[in-house]
């Protein structure tokens, strides 16, 4: 009989802008830690070995896939999910994006796409839509065919730079 | 009946035609929405996870709970022994002595099937007590490939059957022998259509309680229907209908018909929970997904074509074999069904022959998959129509035109059954040639051939049908079986809509949307019958079975949802507006129908307008000042099944589906003459699905069909191995396509009202998924000038075709040229040899040395004796990211001292099974060592197979290697001496080479 209790850790972290912690075995993975322990279920489990990009949160500002990294590795850490895309009233930009575009259907896939475009349009601020489609070869939509994602991201860069110039001409 | 009359869009927005936003968006793009595992568990709720098999077709000996039963947080195991206590065999759809058990009772029949259920705390101990389930398996022979598993040879899957074919049926329709005999030409071509799957990106969700003081099964899962499997798990559980309470969770991530296949599932949780007597939940992994959950039905067809000299075809003949797995699985057989009454597609063909076959084979059980059975008819029909224009050289689109169903016959009666509502096929045609720029894409075929590059142009014209006929599937009995089991039609739809004492309007729907954006479309109708503003109605899709108004056609399937659903709402709001009216009347003091909805309000010539949440509190606060008949409160439920969908006849004839769309699409692509890669230049795709109710959402339903129709064609297959093991475990093998692959389709539109639905819509939601695989694949058989085309084209598949030479491998990676010695699913062979400072009799007794063998075995703890030479052993294998730990059996045989030996070893793990043989020969060497040559073969099935293929090869190299050259440092006290010589040769090399530049 192997009747060996697995050690638990306490795990500190900064999800979402806010301090938060909750207990973790060495072995548990990230994404099911959010989900279950800190009941960000927006964050979604997809495949569990790093190829559809489902589960993708920032950690520290880098879009990672939760599925392949353990919640002891956050430890410390800052953790962003979809969640903290969206004030109460407004969504982001993105969001509004998505939605305009229709770039979702069942939105299984979106949370992980939005974390990933978030990290990508900081790097990558005007990219052209070969760009834009490499970086979503990192995201399986089994829904939308990828048109409304695509057209999403380029219109919010677009967007953004008139803004900038705007501001700038001010 | 009521028919909706519409009215032009421009100025009504989030009205009946409008491109609204979707209602849905918000909460999921904010991460709010809830699927079926965000839904809240009950305190106490444990964990189940399954345990499979890892043999394809094998009898179950014993299964050991003990020490699994025995670890910590382990609740108990559901077995094979409690489900033949507590349930009966899901019923099946032909009359054949098979039983189909939510989990194995004594024999498995495929890999991946369910042997047993471990309950525990949470998932992680369930998966840890899972690896300690003792099962013993007698394998055995397997019966994979469709076409060998019909023959009287084969190895039978269900023995009381005493054959794989389980149904059997032939159709005949007008003078076919006839048409056949008279024409002056015949084409034939043989197709087969492959495996693969939608693969939703969220699996199956089970959460199911056992109410033990009722005897109640109450299980949330994100079930997408047809709820006539409502039944076929009530009668699984051996419980009245009221006591099976199904729930659906607010939101589902994607679903395209797989969904369906959770319903065994939902019966073995509810097992499950009656067993540990505590709420129990479960959620399917991706492997099990990919391996176990469900599949689109591989079909091998030959078609033939009775054909006049200008391509018209006069007859049609169809020789089909669905390949269903291992159980027939309902609603199996539909995958030939759903499509019988169109067989003959959007062509005015008279005389039709079929028969229809079903195998059982050692795979996957198959189900509802997007297009369910339109890609493999489509496969079959447009590739043959475009060998007619090849064989009497003719223009294809040419051929198309000449056999399309003319405008203005429309309902047109099909040979088979099918009742074509409406449609202009000739002009639908005409329009996409003009609109989607065909002449542009031959001026590029022609430039391109000039430069020699290899383009090609595909068409194909496909009837999309939808709304399916509950009674179809009976078309799979004889008229005689039908007599006696009675007759079965319809699909009747179900609405609901509430106006509450403030006013405000909600609405409930059955029909379990996955992304399709219902909720938004059915605001829209309800919306433009009572005038109230689109952001004020409530639509809810959860379908509960114990409060819900719904039907066994319930679900989301058969792009039921825009004819149907929409059409019902329709017919209940225009119910509930038509009482309100009354009402109204009354309090204004004019006629009923003199009663106008608009903007919120009540209005009527001559009188004041009167605000909708006014007039709707008085039917809840004064139901005393009603006009006589108005009971008060305002609800209504529709229910609506179109009196078209009759039950098949004595003829065999079955209007298999309400709607029938019409799609036309063609595509110009190019193919690299070096890598076999295709590049999609141009896909055109028309549709005519009937009046539009939100078209931005249309778009996207033929995006994604589209999306996945391309998958189909160049990308997605479920790989069998020649022993039945699954290949295809991760999606890094089973490959789906991403977004620089996938390129935007020209969608055009035409709108023909369908006269048989309230809205005049017809389904559109699989059109791509019917006409895009084959629409590729003539494109590619133009290019290539070739007729056996098989899916998915990938890019060695079509170097095939190119008749490229693939290079040769280089000597050190080449595999024997003989036939592995050991069938399996993934066949691994190499051979090596090193060099080892010890002479060839010390090598051999050392192989003989239990001691020396427990040091050279990768990962060896344990080696016990068993008999002369031969050890049971515990191994710890590690392929990739997977460890396994094997029980092995290490044996030493064909001993020739000192020349040569055979060390074989064969071990299961709860990763899989693992066989291997490796040749050793000895030679002398001059200096006194010894040369040691190998030659090993290797199989390897189960987890392993489907998750590691990809690494196996390479994998298998290192492990075997490590054999022999640990073996070297045993004998010899030293590393290897390969190793040395090598390091010697490339000094060696070097200086020479230096020697030449000088
Ligand atoms: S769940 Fe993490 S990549 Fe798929
Ligand atoms: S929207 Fe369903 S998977 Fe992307």
Redesign the interface.
């Known amino acids: 009989m192997e009747a060996v209790v697995k050690p638990r850790t306490v795990v500190q972290f900064e999800l979402n802008g806010r301090a938060r912690q909750g207990y973790a075995e060495s072995r548990t993975q990230l994404c099911d830690f959010l989900r279950h322990e800190t009941g960000a279920t927006g964050v979604h489990v997809g495949c569990e070995h790093g190829v559809c990009g489902a589960c993708t949160v920032l950690v520290d500002g880098k879009a990672v896939r939760s599925c392949l990294m353990l919640a002891v590795q956050v430890q410390g850490s800052r953790v962003e999910t979809v969640e903290s895309l969206a004030d109460e009233d407004l969504m982001s930009d993105l969001q509004q994006a998505f939605r305009r575009h229709h770039a979702l259907q069942c939105g299984f896939c979106t949370a992980g796409i939005l974390m990933s475009c978030v990290d990508y349009l900081e790097r990558e601020p005007e990219p052209t839509e070969t760009q834009v489609r490499d970086m979503l070869s990192g995201h399986l939509c089994r829904c939308t065919g990828y048109t409304g994602i695509v057209r999403a991201v380029l219109d919010v860069a677009h967007e953004r730079k008139t803004q900038q110039e705007n501001n700038n001409n001010v | 009946m009521t028919i909706y009359q519409s009215l032009a869009v421009e100025d009504r927005p989030n009205r009946i035609g409008a491109r609204t ?2 209602v ?3 909460a ?8 079926g ?2 839904v809240a568990t009950a305190p106490g709720t444990l964990h189940a996870t399954v345990v499979r098999s890892p043999h394809a077709h094998a009898r179950i000996l014993s299964l050991n709970t003990e ?1 699994a039963l ?3 947080g382990v609740h108990g195991v559901l077995t094979g022994a409690d489900v033949a206590r507590w349930t009966a065999p899901f019923a099946v759809g032909v009359r054949q002595p098979m039983e189909h058990w939510c989990v194995a009772i004594d024999k498995v029949r495929y890999a991946g099937e369910p042997v047993c259920v471990v309950i525990a705390d949470n998932r ?1 101990l369930a998966e ?1 007590a899972a690896d ?1 389930i003792e099962v013993e398996y007698e394998t055995l022979p397997v019966s994979v490939d469709p076409e060998t598993a019909i023959e009287d040879t084969a190895p039978v899957l269900h023995e009381a059957v005493g054959s794989n074919v389980v149904n059997e049926r032939h159709f005949r329709y007008g003078e076919p022998e006839q048409a056949f005999e008279q024409a002056p030409f015949r084409v034939s071509l043989k197709v087969k259509y492959p495996r693969s799957a ?6 199956y969700v089970v959460l199911a309680h056992y109410q033990s003081a009722s005897g109640t099964y109450d299980v949330l899962s994100n079930f997408q229907g047809p709820y006539a499997l409502h039944s076929v798990m009530a009668r699984a559980l051996k419980v009245s209908g009221n006591c099976l309470r199904l729930r659906t969770p607010p ?4 679903s ?1 018909g797989i969904k369906q296949g959770v319903f065994p599932y939902i019966v073995m949780m509810g097992l499950a929970s009656r067993k540990v007597g505590a709420p129990v939940k479960w959620v399917e ?2 492997l099990e997904h990919l391996q176990a959950a469900s599949s689109a039905t591989n079909r091998v067809t030959e078609i033939e074509a009775a054909v006049e000299p200008d391509g018209r075809v006069t007859a049609l003949r169809y020789d089909q074999i669905d390949d269903c797995g291992a159980y027939l699985r309902a609603p199996e057989p539909a995958t030939f069904y759903r499509m019988h009454g169109n067989l003959t597609g959007a062509y005015g063909i008279r005389h039709l022959l079929v028969r229809n076959r079903v195998v059982l084979t050692n795979k996957t059980p198959t189900g509802l998959n997007r297009g369910f059975g339109g890609p493999q008819v489509y496969f079959a029909l447009e590739r043959l129509m475009q060998r007619i224009a090849v064989e009497l050289d003719l223009d294809p689109l040419e051929v198309i035109r000449r056999n399309l169903i003319p405008a203005g016959v429309f309902p047109y009666q099909a040979p088979a059954g099918a009742l074509l509502d409406s449609g202009d096929y000739p002009a639908a045609v005409g329009q996409a040639v003009v609109d989607g720029g065909l002449a542009e894409l031959l001026r590029r075929r022609d430039d391109a051939r000039a430069e020699g590059r290899l383009y090609g142009i595909g068409y194909a014209a496909v009837v999309e049908p939808s709304i399916s006929n509950m009674g179809y599937i009976t078309a799979a009995m004889t008229p005689e079986e039908r007599r006696k089991a009675g007759p079965k039609n319809g699909a009747v739809s179900t609405a609901t809509i509430t106006v509450g004492p403030l006013g405000d309007v909600s609405v409930h729907v059955s029909s379990t949307p ?4 219902h909720q938004t479309v059915v605001a829209q109708v309800v919306a433009e019958v009572l005038g109230v503003a689109f952001a004020s109605i409530r639509v809810n899709v959860e379908l509960d079975t114990q409060k819900d108004a719904w039907s066994i056609a319930s679900g989301n399937y058969s792009s039921r949802f825009a004819g149907a659903v929409a059409g019902t709402v329709y017919r209940a709001a225009v119910a509930i507006r038509d009482r309100m009216a009354l009402i109204a009347a009354g309090q204004l003091g004019v006629q009923a129908e003199a009663v106008r909805f608009a903007d919120g309000k009540v209005f009527a010539e001559g009188a004041n307008p009167m605000p909708f949440h006014r007039l709707a509190g008085a039917a809840h606060w004064a139901p005393a000042t009603l006009p006589e008949h108005e009971g008060g409160g305002l609800r209504e439920t529709a229910f609506w099944s179109p009196p078209e969908l009759t039950a098949p006849g004595d003829d065999d004839r079955i209007n298999s589906s309400l709607c029938y769309g019409f799609i036309f699409d063609f595509c110009g692509l190019e193919i690299d003459r070096v890598t076999g890669e295709i590049r999609l230049d141009r896909y055109v795709t028309m549709h005519d699905a009937g009046r539009l109710l939100n078209p ?2 249309v ?2 339903q033929v ?2 069909a ?3 129709g391309f998958g189909a064609a160049l990308m997605e297959e479920f790989a069998y191995g020649s022993d039945g093991s699954f290949l295809s475990g ?3 093998d089973y490959l ?1 396509p ?3 692959e ?1 390129i ?1 389709p020209v969608i055009l539109h035409m709108e023909t009202p369908s006269p048989f639905t309230p809205l005049g819509a017809k389904g559109a939601g699989e059109g791509n998924n019917m006409s895009t695989p084959v629409c590729i694949a003539n494109a590619v058989a133009d290019a290539l000038g070739c007729d056996d085309i098989r899916l998915p084209l990938t890019p060695s598949r079509v170097r095939g075709l190119i008749g490229i030479d693939e290079p040769e491998a280089p000597e050190h990676l080449k595999q024997s040229a003989e036939a592995p010695a050991i069938p399996g699913g993934s066949t691994l062979q190499a051979s090596g040899s090193v060099s080892i400072p010890a002479s060839p009799e010390q090598v051999f007794d050392s192989l003989l040395d239990p001691a020396v063998l427990a040091v050279i075995i990768p990962g060896c703890h344990q080696l016990e004796l068993e008999g002369e030479n031969s050890y049971c052993a515990d191994v710890t294998i590690g392929v990739g ?1 997977i460890r396994a730990r094997f029980q092995a059996r290490v044996k030493l045989s064909d001993l020739e001292p000192p020349h040569s030996l055979c060390l074989s070893g064969s071990g299961n793990s709860p990763m899989g099974s693992a066989q291997g043989r490796a040749r050793i020969r000895l030679s002398s060497l001059e200096d006194g060592g010894t040369r040691l040559d190998y030659q090993y073969d290797a199989a390897v099935g189960g987890k392993i197979a489907a ?1 590691g293929g990809r690494m196996l090869q390479g994998a298998s190299r290192v492990i075997i290697g490590q054999i022999f050259s640990r073996l070297s440092q045993q004998v010899g006290g030293v590393a290897p001496q390969a190793g040395l010589w090598l390091r010697l040769k490339a000094w060696l090399n070097a200086l020479i080479s230096k020697g030449d530049e000088s």
């Open positions: 936003e979707r849905e968006d918000e999921l793009l904010r991460g709010l929405g809830r699927y595992d965000d020490k025995a670890m910590q992680y840890d300690a939608c693969t939703p990106m969220e699996c939101d589902s991530g994607g395209f992994d991706r996955q992304g399709q954006g931005a959402l778009d996207g995006r994604g589209f999306a996945q991760t999606l890094a789906i991403t977004a620089p996938v935007e990211l998750v």
